[in-house]
């Protein structure tokens, strides 16, 4: 059974620092590793998906890298904003259609 | 962009009760799930649909829930005789053909059972 996790679960940086958010699951056997960003109340905002053959994806200031030998993926930010101020979710899609999430890194970038 | 459209975002009902939470996937979508989060906890998956059936459900998914696509447009989620403990966000999504296509989640409907 897939589990995600994620680490940390809460950050607070100032603005301006480049961060990286982590995120390990079990079963090496995935399709694609999706991440997400959650403001509160809110929906899921798919920032970046990562088909198991790639290695990594850009958008904008996002960066995010997969090694399914070792279970694990990354979110790098670059030049943090007050507006990234968000909960960012990662889930990995296995053999089935559905994801399987992690519960999240809250970060918070203060001004 | 496409969107996935939920309605209503929120809603309050008395233990019991039946609810249908509403859900317009993306119309070249073939693939329709939904999902729900209870408050402080993980998102987890209830269902997933495709070719007018049910592919795939979780043990969550019991016989007070069902899903349905009336038309080529909308899809829905009733659940039958609400419970407190399925006070939770509910979010829609839907994917394109196949496993190399992300999802798009709707903004999710807020159902309170009081």
């Known amino acids: 059974k897939q589990e995600v996790t994620q680490i940390p679960a809460a950050l607070s940086v100032p603005e301006g620092e480049n961060l990286v958010l982590n995120c390990s699951f079990t079963d090496s056997a995935i399709y694609n590793l999706q991440w997400f960003r959650q403001d509160p109340g809110k929906g899921l905002t798919s920032l970046l998906l990562?088909?198991?053959?790639?290695r990594e994806q850009t958008s904008g200031r996002l960066n995010a890298s997969l090694d399914k030998s070792s279970g694990r993926s990354t979110l790098y930010i670059a030049a943090s904003q007050p507006g990234d101020s968000a909960t960012y979710l990662c889930?990995?899609?296995?053999?089935?259609?559905?994801?399987?999430f992690g519960k999240g890194t809250k970060l918070t970038v203060n001004p | 962009e496409p969107e996935v459209t939920q309605t209503p975002s929120h809603q309050v009902t008395q233990m019991g009760q039946e609810v249908i939470l509403r859900c317009v996937p993306i119309?070249?979508?073939?693939?329709f799930y939904w999902y729900r989060q209870i408050l402080g906890q993980k998102v987890e998956f209830l269902v997933s649909?495709?070719?007018?059936?049910?592919?795939?459900k979780s043990e969550i998914f019991d016989d007070q829930f069902s899903v349905e696509r009336p038309d080529g447009s909308n899809f829905t989620l009733k659940i039958r005789s609400t419970k407190l403990e399925d006070s939770a966000m509910y979010f829609c999504?839907?994917?394109?053909?196949?496993?190399?296509?992300?999802?798009?989640f709707g903004s999710g409907t807020r159902l309170t059972v009081v």
């Open positions: 999504a839907s994917s394109g053909q196949g496993t190399d296509y992300g999802y798009t």
């Open positions: 990562i088909q198991s053959s790639q």
């Open positions: 889930a990995a899609q296995g053999g089935s259609e559905k994801l399987v």
């Open positions: 119309s070249n979508h073939l693939y």
């Open positions: 649909f495709y070719n007018n059936e049910i592919s795939e």
